[in-house]
């Protein structure tokens, strides 16, 4: 199959024939069809999250099932489905508590850059290839753990399904699940990306009444209003804290939501809402990055510092809810898939990525 591959840090991915393996017994061979860009793989490329080399990057996919291992119910051949990036085994310590994305199973593959039980399908037994998130999108074919797949209606567009696989039910979940936005609420979103539009988007639908949309860019505003919210304020040169402050009647905002991942925004939420509310911590920081909050506001204001993985939730029902609202046009998806490029093109849509370009670009095959 025709893969892209992560040599080195910091270099272009290398477009080549990749050998891919037959699905183990609980695996599937997914053919992917869209897969988006996202923030973790540019992450990952920079060498930022360290993935072991070589690997094949992408976790943010949507395709149609080829074939399943002996021991696969889950899905069949010609099954259209949503991969999600957080597998799970149904058994572990974390899954019983219903924590799935924290999986202890899928950890281990992941960091080890294998499927489960060190399990690896990509490449030759010579030249071994990692797997990124049990995914590893960015190629024709994927092997992934069954639990990866969840099954959509046929009508549902693959780029649609792809971005559902990751930036939407990152941003959804956070409102959702996390910060449990209730109407007539104030809000605040860090960082209009991929995440972030999601974030504003959910917090509409759940009726807040003040959302403001926060980022060091202007030309963000635009968008971010089309998305819902009602206000914008530029963290460079606007006091965010006490704006905040004012459309809340002095008291700050009842949830804050960062999508950048960066120490000094993650501080601005925790400064930003109101005591009793909620900070949930969405972007990713740098390893080593550490955050700084006064310490002595920690008991009395009773803020609530949330970290947000996958939406907090389960990812796979909320990709079942981000449907059912874009099926009953209430969750506006199609405007957020940008362009589409074969793979060839993908160390562009990397750039593209870097230079803040907002609308998703999905790398699509043409089968
Ligand atoms: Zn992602
Ligand atoms: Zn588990």
Same mark, same amino acid.
């Given at each position: 199959?025709?893969?892209?591959?992560?040599?080195?840090?910091?270099?272009?991915?290398?477009?080549?024939?990749?050998?891919?393996?037959?699905?183990?017994?609980?695996?599937?061979?997914?053919?992917?069809?869209?897969?988006?860009? +996202?923030?973790?793989?540019?992450? &990952? %490329?920079? *060498?930022?999250?360290?993935?072991?080399?070589?690997?094949? @990057? #992408?976790?943010? $996919?949507?395709?149609?099932?080829?074939?399943?291992?002996?021991?696969?119910?889950?899905?069949?051949?010609?099954?259209?489905?949503?991969?999600?990036?957080?597998?799970?085994?149904?058994?572990?310590?974390?899954?019983?508590?219903?924590?799935?994305?924290? +999986?202890?199973?899928?950890?281990? &593959? %992941?960091? *080890?850059?294998?499927?489960?039980?060190?399990?690896?399908? @990509? #490449?030759?037994? $010579?030249?071994?290839?990692?797997?990124?998130?049990?995914?590893?999108?960015?190629?024709?074919?994927?092997?992934?753990?069954?639990?990866?797949?969840?099954?959509?209606?046929?009508?549902?567009?693959?780029?649609?399904?792809?971005?559902?696989?990751?930036?939407?039910?990152?941003g959804f979940?956070a409102v959702v699940?996390?910060a449990r936005v209730e109407p007539?609420e104030v809000v605040g979103v860090?960082?209009?990306?991929?995440?972030g539009i999601n974030a504003i988007h959910a917090a509409s639908i759940a009726g807040a009444e003040a959302i403001v949309a926060?980022?060091?860019?202007?030309?963000?505003?635009?968008?971010a209003?089309?998305f819902g919210a009602t206000?914008?304020?530029?963290?460079?040169?606007?006091?965010?804290?006490?704006?905040?402050?004012?459309?809340?009647?002095?008291?700050?905002a009842d949830s804050v939501i960062?999508?950048?991942?960066?120490?000094?925004?993650?501080?601005?939420?925790?400064?930003?809402?109101?005591?009793?509310?909620?900070?949930i911590?969405?972007?990713?920081?740098?390893?080593?990055?550490?955050?700084?909050?006064?310490?002595?506001?920690?008991?009395?204001?009773?803020?609530?510092?949330?970290?947000?993985?996958?939406?907090?939730?389960?990812?796979?029902?909320?990709?079942?809810?981000?449907?059912?609202?874009?099926?009953?046009?209430?969750?506006?998806?199609?405007?957020?898939?940008?362009?589409?490029?074969?793979?060839?093109?993908?160390?562009?849509?990397?750039?593209?990525?870097?230079?803040?370009?907002?609308?998703?670009?999905?790398?699509?095959?043409?089968?």
């Open positions: 199959m025709k893969a892209a591959v992560l040599y080195n840090y910091d270099e272009d991915l290398v477009i080549e024939e990749v050998p891919i393996g037959e699905p183990g017994d609980r695996e599937v061979l997914v053919r992917i069809i869209a897969t988006g860009v +996202c923030h973790s793989d540019l992450s &990952a %490329a920079k *060498g930022k999250s360290r993935p072991p080399l070589p690997i094949i @990057l #992408g976790h943010e $996919a949507a395709g149609i099932v080829e074939r399943t291992g002996s021991a696969v119910s889950k899905v069949r051949k010609g099954d259209h489905v949503i991969l999600s990036w957080a597998p799970n085994c149904g058994e572990c310590f974390y899954c019983h508590k219903r924590l799935p994305t924290m +999986c202890d199973t899928y950890g281990a &593959a %992941a960091g *080890g850059g294998t499927l489960w039980n060190g399990a690896r399908r @990509l #490449g030759s037994a $010579a030249k071994p290839i990692n797997h990124f998130t049990c995914l590893s999108s960015f190629a024709e074919l994927a092997v992934v753990p069954e639990s990866s797949c969840s099954k959509i209606e046929k009508d549902i567009p693959f780029e649609v399904a792809a971005l559902v696989g990751c930036a939407v039910t990152t979940g699940n996390d007539g860090i960082g209009v990306g991929g995440v926060i980022d060091i860019n202007p030309e963000k505003e635009g968008v209003r089309s206000h914008f304020l530029n963290s460079a040169t606007q006091d965010v804290a006490a704006e905040l402050k004012a459309l809340s009647r002095g008291r700050g960062d999508c950048t991942g960066r120490p000094d925004a993650i501080a601005l939420a925790y400064d930003s809402a109101r005591p009793g509310g909620s900070v911590s969405v972007g990713i920081a740098a390893k080593g990055e550490m955050v700084c909050l006064p310490a002595s506001t920690l008991p009395n204001t009773q803020k609530r510092v949330i970290g947000s993985n996958y939406g907090g939730g389960v990812p796979e029902r909320d990709f079942e809810r981000i449907l059912a609202l874009y099926c009953a046009g209430r969750l506006d998806l199609d405007r957020q898939v940008g362009k589409r490029v074969p793979l060839d093109e993908i160390n562009d849509a990397f750039r593209w990525l870097e230079q803040g370009v907002l609308a998703r670009t999905i790398v699509c095959f043409d089968h």
